[in-house]
């Protein structure tokens, strides 16, 4: 008997994409499902978006030691984010906000990766986080309060 270890994402997305809708279940715009709390101070918040077939933005400068909030929003249907170098994973539901939080502890360039079929095309929507000793670029932002 093989395993099959795709088949519960393929049931999540189904549910997800055609079940609940047509049942009027539909996610509320700025719910959460991952991660409950507001950034806090003293980390790096990158805003991003999923579409077909892109990320973006698709390469995200951090600091290394601080620690990241990153608050994905796919605007279109069920993505996947996969950053196996941070140890992060999690579905993306459409107009869903998704907090996924880490602490980069080396320097480098790390990929990360949509892990759930969205078409032709889907194994070209991946972009790197970049993290830096220094200064970022304009992608993390102060938290406001």
Known sequence: ?????????????????IVL?????RPEPSQEV??????????????MTAKRFEYSPAEVHVKRGVPVLLEITSLD????????DFD???????????????????TGRFGFHCDVFCGSGH?????????????????PEAPSR
Do not use: N
């Open 1 to 17: 008997m093989s395993r099959r270890p795709y088949m519960p994402r393929i049931a999540g997305a189904i549910l997800s994409v």
């Open 21 to 25: 809708p047509a049942l009027g279940c």
């Open 34 to 47: 991952e991660g409950t709390r507001a950034p806090e101070s003293g980390e790096q918040l990158v805003h």
């Open 77 to 84: 249907h069920v993505h996947g984010f996969a950053a196996p």
């Open 88 to 106: 992060l994973r999690s579905d993306l539901p459409p107009g869903v906000i998704t907090r996924l939080r880490f602490l980069p502890e080396r």
């Open 123 to 139: 194994e070209d929507m991946t972009g790197e986080i970049v993290v830096d000793e220094g200064s970022t670029s304009a992608s």
